[in-house]
């Protein structure tokens, strides 16, 4: 027990460390040694997460650190939760966070402020294993802040680009909307059941009737709190512009582990959610339009990072349809298959735009199969995976998500079925126009340094054999992270498969057909083009309406920042410069006049002051005369 | 014995008065100590022997004398004292008989004076007031002796001559020293 | 003592009173109206003692030893406070050549 105790604590303090040591330290740290560093502690923390899930006894622990409020019958101890759920996304975020940094050191080798980079990753990485690990909801309160923090530093950290702030700026504050419906959430739990432990809430949640009205609220602003950082639907605006960071930073907090946290949220809360089908459905539905969009809008962007993001908003959007139909294992199962492949996909890309001295049009990539092999074939892997092609892991926890999604809504289950499709067709559009064809631009590429290309490696073995963490029945398969999950998450043992084996193998069989006629599709269109024409002028209506985000920036606009503005505008006019200004300044010039005034009583003269408190005590037993 | 009271009331008053009219301080110092003197009366009229004897000894022997002392060594009978105005001195004197006048009226009004009927010869007396003093106030009194330490080094150290002259002048005749230090350094 | 005694049972503590208060509002007034600061001293001396002339008389009259002990220490700390006082007072006196009240009064800053 001391044991799972220290190492519980060592995980998220060995980053710390780090976090402290380099930022501290960062104008002493040479050369690579800020990366090094960053890199060993991190994967000290993965060798101890390794440890504790080797060794774990399918129970929940709680590791006590210390009392932290403790006022009246308010107790939040700080204290991390060690079971199933936890350990599997500590070994997530410190695993490929590792990777990421050994890929960081090479990727920003020549940067002048690297170790602030990697005293910045390194904070995230504890604040994400605060998140993950924290035993109550304040503790991953502090861990969902501080990964917002970081995100914002890192999006904004060639901060000489005024663009790249903005980025940031708007990944906050589309953050905070959220945040804004966690802490109601959390002051809600805490009005309900008195405490913000997971425990204690999961069991008392157990004497609820379902369709509570303050379990349904309590869920809506959760997932509130979700969509804003998990970019959901309508808070999703933010993560396409996060690409403005440096492409290691998409990849580990825009593409594998932040974005997760709002799914790791609603499965850590299943029992709530559980409680109130109403969350479910608009968690289903949020989750499909999210997925469509992500989709739709992946189709013809030219950024390769853009069109990553936007595949990321999709994938999360099929996570959320997954737990809004109750299948929290097959969504844990798609966050894992999905950061190994995702991370990779951003790395390859990150070698790509490496090779290429910073190049992100795909329009002016193309034939780099043979310059740069490796990040070539990796890249192909984790396309062949995204797409959802069988045997690789994206195909078992895509295929997951569909199957539970027809049981409960066929309808649902045809848009990510389409969606699917579009995800196949961006994808391969991606990888034919940038490695196929001809170069067309004007670098000289060349393959990126072993320290870049060893982690894209590790990432496409374990995109290719993920999917057997989680094989289903019908391919003889145990469903082994189902079972494992179970012993934490208890909506996980409210699932059940009530599909037949035939009706499983038709879906599995059409959505794979689909795919693989979108990519043969996907070849006819760009898989010989040696050039590239620019967009044709007169694209239709719908074409156009996609490519430019379905106006959702735009629509942002008119609806809260032109009457934002305004407001903000007529409240400087009125507000300040009439009311509050004249107000403030006019009390400010009261109080020196009388103070001009009352200042002259200040004379030194002594005998003046003995005169007045005479006069004082005259009155004072003047007044107790006369009340007496 | 009440002519002996209002004797002794009359000189505490008119003596008083003439401390604060006096022109020159001695005579004030010379009036004060008959007032005291007259309020050890007082105090005897009262039976606290105890603390006529007290007062005799530390008023008039040592408080006064020290003033008188003082008076002397610093040569203040030629020193010749700005009166206030007119104005201010006639307001005084009203705020003083208002502040009488106050007073009486509150003690009268407000406050009760009820006095028992049984006295105790015994309680002015040195074995009474010492019974009081180390059993019932030791620990002031034990205090006391800091006080009184401290005042002593406060006495001296005020007193002493160090080299800062004249630092309550007005800061026209103080030396700049402003323009000094440049100079210094320079050298 | 007999003697004596009838003095507190003729006389009613009320005309104590009356000579504390007089006493008091002298020297009151003395602190008001001058300016050199050892009458000033001198003042305050005899406010300090019309108050323990009162104490004196209430515990004579209320045959309570408390008010003449609170008398003792007042007198010790008056003769702690004429004893800084006058320090001043010779302070004052060789730096400005005068004990005029109304030099010290720069205490307004």
Redesign the interface.
């Known amino acids: 027990m001391v044991k799972l105790d220290l190492l519980a604590i060592l995980v998220p303090a060995l980053p710390l460390l780090g976090a402290l040591f380099i930022g501290f330290g960062r104008r002493k740290l040479k050369g690579n040694s800020a990366g090094m560093l960053g890199t060993a502690l991190v994967l000290g923390a993965f060798i101890c997460s390794l440890i504790l899930f080797l060794g774990r006894d399918g129970q929940t622990h709680i590791v006590h650190v210390f009392d932290w409020i403790k006022v009246g019958t308010m107790d939040i101890p700080f204290a991390f939760q060690i079971d199933a759920l936890s350990l599997w996304m500590m070994l997530i975020v410190t695993g490929i966070g590792s990777l990421i940094h050994l890929y960081s050191i090479g990727y920003m080798h020549d940067d002048p402020r690297v170790a602030t980079f990697f005293a910045q990753l390194n904070l995230f990485t504890f604040s994400m294993l605060l998140l993950v690990m924290g035993a109550n909801f304040l503790i991953t309160f502090i861990g969902w802040e501080g990964v917002g923090l970081c995100s914002y530093l890192l999006i904004g950290f060639w901060y000489t680009t005024p663009e790249f702030n903005y980025a940031g700026r708007k990944a906050f504050v589309m953050n905070r909307i959220g945040d804004v419906g966690m802490v109601l959430a959390m002051t809600l739990m805490f009005y309900t059941f008195g405490t913000l432990n997971y425990v204690d809430i999961m069991d008392q949640a157990g004497s609820f009737a379902p369709s509570n009205p303050l379990i349904i609220t309590a869920t809506l602003l959760l997932f509130l709190g979700a969509t804003g950082k998990s970019a959901q639907l309508p808070l999703l605006t933010w993560l396409p512009d996060a690409m403005a960071g440096p492409t290691p930073v998409s990849a580990l907090i825009h593409a594998a582990t932040m974005v997760t946290a709002g799914i790791f949220l609603v499965v850590r809360s299943s029992v709530l959610f559980e409680l109130a089908p109403y969350t479910q459905d608009v968690i289903l539905w949020i989750g499909v339009a999210t997925a469509l969009f992500g989709a739709t809008v992946g189709l013809f962007q030219n950024d390769i990072k853009k069109v990553l993001a936007y595949s990321t908003v999709s994938q999360l959007g099929y996570m959320f349809a997954a737990l809004g139909v109750g299948a929290y294992s097959a969504g844990m199962f798609h966050v894992t298959t999905h950061a190994f492949f995702k991370a990779l996909l951003f790395l390859a890309a990150g070698s790509v735009i490496h090779a290429l001295g910073g190049e992100q049009d795909i329009r002016k990539m193309g034939g780099l199969k043979k310059t740069t092999k490796t990040t070539y074939i990796t890249f192909l892997i984790a396309t062949l995976a995204i797409a959802g092609i069988p045997p690789l892991s994206g195909f078992f926890s895509k295929d997951g998500i569909l199957a539970s999604t027809f049981q409960d809504s066929p309808f649902a289950y045809g848009i990510l079925v389409f969606a699917a499709m579009l995800t196949a067709f961006y994808m391969f559009r991606v990888l034919f126009l940038t490695f196929f064809g001809s170069y067309r631009g004007t670098a000289h590429p060349h393959e990126s340094p072993k320290v870049m290309t060893v982690p894209l490696m590790v990432l496409a073995v374990l995109s290719a054999i993920g999917g057997a963490l989680n094989i289903p029945h019908i391919f003889g398969g145990h469903e082994w992270l189902k079972v494992d999950l179970g012993t934490a998450v208890e909506g996980v043992l409210g699932e059940h498969m009530a599909l037949s084996a035939s009706t499983e193998w038709m879906l599995m069989a059409l959505s794979t057909a689909l795919v693989l006629l979108t990519i043969w599709y996907t070849w006819t269109l760009f898989g010989k083009k040696t050039t590239l024409d620019g967009e044709p002028a007169d694209m239709p209506f719908l074409k156009r309406l996609i490519a430019k985000r379905w106006m959702l920036d735009e629509l942002y606009a008119v609806l809260f920042e032109k009457p934002f503005g305004w407001l903000s505008r007529n409240l400087f006019g009125i507000g300040e410069t009439k009311v509050a200004v004249p107000l403030t300044v006019g009390s400010g010039k009261a109080a020196h006049g009388v103070a001009e005034w009352l200042r002259k009583m ?6 003046f002051y ?2 007045g408190m ?2 004082g ?2 009155v004072f ?2 007044i ?2 006369f009340t ?1 | 014995m009440q002519y002996l009271f209002f004797l002794l009331a009359a000189i505490s008053v008119i003596t008083a008065l003439v401390v604060v009219a006096a022109k020159s301080p001695i005579n004030s110092v010379i009036a004060l100590v008959l007032c005291f003197l007259s309020i050890a009366g007082h105090y005897i009229l009262l039976n606290a022997q105890f603390l006529a004897m007290v007062h005799v000894i530390v008023y008039t022997g040592a408080i006064l004398v020290l003033m008188l002392f003082v008076i002397m060594l610093l040569n203040m009978n030629t020193i010749v004292e700005v009166r ?1 105005p007119v104005i ?1 001195r006639i ?2 004197v009203v ?2 008989g ?2 009488f006048l ?2 009486l ?2 003690t009268k ?2 406050l009760s004076v009820d006095v028992p009927t049984g006295f105790d010869p015994g309680v002015g007396l040195v074995k009474r007031i010492g019974m009081s003093l180390f059993q019932d106030f030791l620990l002031p009194f034990e205090v006391s002796s800091v006080l009184f330490l401290s005042a002593m080094v406060g006495a001296m150290m005020l007193a002493k001559k160090d080299g800062t002259e004249n630092v309550n002048l007005p800061p026209s005749s103080e030396p700049d020293l402003r323009q000094a230090g440049p100079n210094d350094s320079a050298a | 003592m007999e003697n004596v005694m009838t003095a507190i049972r003729v006389v009613p503590l009320e005309h104590y009173l009356i000579l504390s208060f007089l006493l008091f509002s002298i020297g ?1 007034v003395g ?2 109206v001058r ?1 050199n600061i050892i009458i000033v001293i001198m003042c305050l001396e005899l406010m300090l003692n019309s108050v323990n002339l009162l104490l004196v008389a209430f515990s004579a009259y209320h045959s309570d030893p408390g008010g003449q002990v609170m008398v003792f220490f007042i007198m010790l700390v008056a003769a702690a406070e004429v004893t800084v006082g006058l320090s001043i007072l010779v302070l004052m006196k060789r730096n400005t050549d005068g004990v005029d ?2 030099i ?6």
């Not at chain 1, 200040?602 to 005998?607: A, I, K, L, P, Y």
């Open positions: 200040q004379t030194g003269n002594t005998s003995l005169f005479m006069l005590v005259v037993l003047l107790t005369l007496a | 206030k201010t307001l005084a705020t003083g208002l502040l106050v007073l009226a509150a009004q407000g | 009151m602190a008001l300016r009240m109304n010290l009064n720069r205490l307004k800053w």
